[in-house]
Each structure stands twice: as C-alpha cells, then as structure tokens.
C-alpha cells in the first residue's frame, strides 16, 4: 500500500528535561570527511534530540570539537588514514550502552578495518540504526547480518549504493525503485529509504511510502547526511523505525523546499536545511 505523509512528532510536555528527548550516537567522518560527521550530527541535535555524541577518529576530535557546539564528542583508535579502526570495538559497545539510537556511515571510509569495525557494530550494538554511505558498502555481499539484529535497522543508499548491496547496474535499480525497495526491506527485515526523485520508504511488512517534497537543489554534498541525522534523531526519540524515517524525509524534503526559496536550487547547500529544520518542524508538531 502507498500512503503519503503519516505520522506526526509526538507533542512535548512542560515537565521535561534532555534525557526524555533520546541520545543519538554518531560514528562518523575520516580524514577529509568531517563535514559528513558534522551535518550528521547537527542534523540530530536540530531534530530534537536531548543528547548527541560523534564518535570520531582520535586525531580529528579537535577539528569536531571546533565544529560542534552543542554535539559532544568521544574521540576513538584510529587506523591509519585517520578512519576508524577495529580497535575502537570495545569502547563504541561499551559507550553504546547509555544511547538510544545510533547512526553509521557518513563520511566513515571505505578502510578495510573500518569495514570490520562498522559490521560488528551491526551485530554487537543492539540499538536501533540508521546505516548510511560507507557504512551501506561495507555490508555489500554480507547483508545477512542485517536480518540477525533484534533492534530495528534502517538503511539509507543512494541508488548507486542500492545498486551495490543488490550486484546490479545502477539503471536495473532505477527502473524498478519500488519493487526492489520493498523486496530489500522484506527479505532484510529492515526499513530501507531509498533515495533521489520521489525517495521511497520501505517497512518490513510491505508498507510503501513514496516522498513528495524535496527539489534538484537538494542534489549537492551532504545533503545525504542530514537526512541520516534526522532519522536517527526521530527513532532515538522513541518513534518507530518505520514512522521515524517518512516523518525524516519529509521534513528533510520540506527543509530543502524552505532552503531553495531563499536560496534557490543552483546555491543551495546542505547546511542551508540544517537552518531551515526548525522552520520546517514548527508546522508539523
């Protein structure tokens, strides 16, 4: 069945405090790719999130300390390279503990150590995940171990990346997006956002969503990040996977909308949605 927008972030109380809002993890960025751990993050703290930390290559946590203001940040062994290495296992398990969700991929590298690192993580964190960019390519002939999680998984390629976890051309996935999203996400038992023109969310039980906002400006780095931020955000904050990702990427869509008004498309960026988040969220709550 293919429904439009559904679900509505839930409304918050007076009595409150940080803690009630989620703890979102970010493993994130390697030399050359803050940005992505940057956008990632940001995007969760102005999704809502009460709490962020990025987990980031050791050597670079004084750039991401500089860059994030409100994100915390837990700096880890690096390979080299500055990426992430397999040495960082122990600490992410462990620090994983006190989250609510967590948030891999973006900008992470495609290191062969790191790819280790990212696929025991999958198995070993057992809390909800959103996996995104390099974090998708190192799952690539292993999907497998998406099926074996006890928490909820969602993945978010590009049709590229798509295209890699199935063996096929990138125009196979193109000419059939949503069959093959609802296949993935049935047969992985994940939610799958399978992104560009009219991105598709797919839920394990066969539900189809099909995005209306968004425009070509949206087509420009990092964009991709803040998308996995948002949704991350959402689940930490206790919405269901499945909810959590169409109420991302419609705002994610309608946040790019609001950008490209005052932007317009040929300038638009992607911290330019960040920006516009708040703006995007206030009509919907």
């Known amino acids: 069945m ?19 809002f989620g703890h979102v993890f970010v493993l994130a960025g390697s030399a ?65 503990e006190k989250i609510n969700s967590l948030a891999v991929g973006p900008g992470i590298s495609r290191n062969k150590d790191t790819g280790k690192l990212v696929r025991e993580v999958i198995k070993k964190v057992n809390r909800p995940l959103v996996l995104d960019a390099d974090g998708i390519v190192s799952i690539v002939g292993k999907c497998d171990l998406l099926q074996k999680r006890k928490a909820p998984t969602i993945l978010t390629p590009h049709p590229g990346e ?24 049935k047969k992985h038992k994940v939610v799958l956002v399978l992104k560009g023109y009219r991105t598709i969310v797919a839920s394990p039980k066969g539900e189809i969503y099909l995005n209306e906002t968004g425009n070509s400006g949206m087509s420009t780095a990092g964009v991709g990040d803040v998308l996995t931020g948002m949704i991350a955000s959402f689940v930490g904050q206790g919405i269901e996977a499945y909810s ?42």
């Not at 293919?2 to 940080?18: L, Y």
């Open 2 to 20: 293919v429904k439009q927008h559904i679900a509505k972030i839930p409304t918050r109380g007076e009595d409150t405090q940080k803690g009630d």
């Open 244 to 285: 959590a990702a169409v109420i991302g990427t419609y705002l994610h869509g309608k946040a790019g909308d609001l950008a490209s008004r005052d932007k317009g498309q040929f300038g638009m960026i992607a911290s330019d949605l960040l920006e516009k988040l708040p703006e995007a969220i206030i009509e919907e709550v």
């Open 32 to 96: 050359g790719m803050t940005g992505a751990a940057y956008l990632t993050s940001q995007a969760a703290i102005r999704s809502g999130s009460g709490l962020v930390t990025c987990g980031i290559p050791k050597s670079l946590n004084l750039v991401m300390e500089a860059k994030l203001t409100e994100v915390m940040t837990l700096p880890l062994p690096e390979a080299k390279g500055q990426a992430l290495c397999f040495a960082a296992l122990e600490k992410i398990v462990s620090f994983s």
């Open 162 to 185: 798509m295209a890699r976890l199935l063996g096929k051309a990138t125009e196979f996935v193109q000419a059939a997006r949503v069959k093959l999203a609802k296949d993935f996400a």
